[in-house]
């Protein structure tokens, strides 16, 4: 079989337009009046970890116009297409100067919410307006409000709240008081995931238990953007105005902008000013992630994760053990339910630093119910959601073991069923044995079955939809994914096909980037995928 591979350095032409000089001059006009971007990194203690190069003495690699609004257009409208959960028919997009404009109709909040997130994934996205209306399937307000205290009350994070929903013609109104942030919007997410809702209106109000001064707010931001290996926080300025953080700076995608926004929200603030954060997209060109920290030591990685999972209101309430090795996350504990010990290794995986995480952490639920009783309350909650409802599902239980059979139409649905029987009482483990029948498009040059932003999806999808693809083709549709990726520096990763196997080759920036282009190449409809890139600092072709 012959091998394919493809140069992407001639995808886009790279210019070196800022030397030093020019960035400071970049700063001074966008930035005047604000202090100057954090160079230290720190563990939860605030010690200094390292202190990180001046801004002004790296030279940046910044592209010219990169993207235009018909190719972001264009890229969008073919995301949407492949993705599953969405019917693009109903979706319009439409691009002016980077900003992105979504409108149309889905059936449900949570298919609005993936549309948009889609879309700000994508490279030379700087901004997305969504405008898409939600036309659920008709209930009544007393079937959507009984559905949402059942799905309240039966979590395992938001059975204790004391949470007021009201709902008026599919319009949900949470009201109630919460300890933090995180939690708040943990309400919401439940309340979206029942069929009927149009909107959420949340009112919840937070009640931090200490006050804190801004100085110690600020340290924490500075502290959860640099430990987030998503997010490149060497162009963001932080300031603390009471209960308001204030960002800044420069970001390299509108999804990286959301990122740093919840990032953002430690304890101690109420409400988060970045409307002078800017989207740039020749950011994403050059991360500067290990030339910030070439070198973390375990033991200030073991205290990010711990922060991580102090910060997750599914975690938090349990105490469980982090050790590193080289690297090498190892969490061990007890928690009352399958969700929290997926979220735990999922927070685990976003820590710069972290490039491989072993869950020995055992689930042992609190309430003791019948394996007939868990098979009920994974049904129910089957039936209330609004991407599942309508597919059919058997569920059998043994021993607090769940087992799915039956078809669904797509992977993401397949992963959204697994979720959804993982988050009920009694539930210790899934096997999800549903099978997928796929109708592929004619001509497929990416691949976002599933939701790789909420969760980390772990089946293995059947590559067969993919085996009359010859190596170029594939070598092709990987190639677009890592291009449109904003995870993945593109001009790092060079890819070869043999047979169906994708070989990467080449040196990136982080852990993170190295996990996340394997995942890339599986969306883009590699068999098998080789990684062989090494992680090294400075690691950019064109340094």
Do not use: H
Request: net charge negative.
């Amino acid at each position: 079989m012959m091998q394919f591979s493809i140069n992407r350095t001639s995808q886009k032409q790279i210019f070196r337009l800022f030397s030093a000089g020019m960035l400071a001059t970049v700063f001074s006009l966008g930035m005047t009046g604000c202090q100057s971007p954090s160079q230290t990194l720190t563990n939860s203690d605030n010690e200094v970890l390292e202190t990180e190069p001046d801004i002004n003495d790296t030279e940046m690699v910044v592209s010219e116009d990169p993207f235009t609004d018909a190719e972001i257009t264009e890229a969008i409208e073919r995301e949407l297409e492949i993705s599953r959960g969405i019917s693009p028919a109903s979706i319009l997009v439409a691009t002016n100067e980077g900003i992105v404009t979504l409108s149309g109709s889905v059936n449900n909040i949570l298919a609005q919410e993936r549309a948009e997130r889609i879309a700000s994934m994508i490279k030379g996205t700087r901004a997305v307006i969504n405008e898409i209306n939600v036309e659920p399937v008709p209930r009544t307000d007393a079937e959507i409000l009984e559905n949402i205290n059942s799905a309240l009350v039966n979590d395992p994070v938001t059975e204790v709240w004391e949470i007021e929903p009201v709902v008026n013609n599919g319009v949900v109104t949470l009201g109630g008081e919460v300890d933090s942030w995180q939690e708040k919007q943990l309400a919401s997410r439940v309340a979206k995931g029942v069929a009927g809702v149009k909107q959420i209106d949340n009112q919840i109000s937070i009640n931090y238990k200490t006050q804190r001064s801004a100085p110690e707010i600020e340290q924490d931001i500075q502290s959860a953007l640099q430990w987030d290996a998503r997010v490149d926080s060497r162009l963001i300025n932080i300031e603390v105005d009471g209960t308001q953080a204030i960002l800044s700076g420069i970001v390299g995608s509108a999804f990286e902008k959301s990122l740093v926004i919840t990032d953002a929200y430690v304890i101690g603030v109420m409400s988060v000013d970045a409307n002078d954060l800017e989207v740039e997209p020749w950011a994403d060109e050059e991360r500067m992630r290990t030339e910030i920290v070439p070198e973390l030591k375990d033991t200030a990685i073991r205290d990010a994760v711990q922060d991580a999972l102090l910060y997750d209101p599914r975690v938090a309430a349990f105490n469980l053990n982090v050790a590193v090795d080289e690297g090498a996350v190892t969490l061990s504990g007890t928690v009352d339910n399958l969700k929290a010990k997926r979220a735990a290794a999922q927070d685990a995986r976003n820590t710069t630093g972290v490039w491989r995480v072993e869950s020995n952490i055992n689930v042992q639920p609190q309430t003791e119910l019948t394996d007939n009783e868990i098979v009920e309350k994974i049904i129910t909650r089957l039936q209330r959601d609004p991407y599942v409802n309508r597919q059919e599902i058997g569920v059998t239980v043994e021993e607090g073991i769940v087992r799915l059979n039956g078809s669904v139409e797509s992977y993401f649905e397949k992963w959204q069923a697994g979720d959804v029987a993982a988050l009920a009482q009694g539930v210790t483990g899934v096997i999800n044995q549903l099978e997928v029948d796929y109708n592929l498009p004619a001509e497929e040059t990416s691949f976002y079955d599933w939701d790789p932003i909420t969760e980390d999806y772990d089946y293995n999808y059947d590559n067969s939809v993919f085996s009359d693809r010859s190596d170029e083709a594939l070598a092709t549709a990987i190639d677009a994914q890592l291009l449109w990726s904003p995870f993945v520096d593109e001009q790092q990763v060079e890819v070869s096909v043999d047979d169906g196997v994708a070989r990467l080759t080449g040196t990136v920036d982080s852990w993170y980037e190295y996990a996340q282009a394997t995942e890339e190449a599986y969306e883009g409809g590699a068999v098998t995928v080789m990684n062989n890139l090494e992680v090294s600092p400075n690691s950019n072709p064109l340094n």
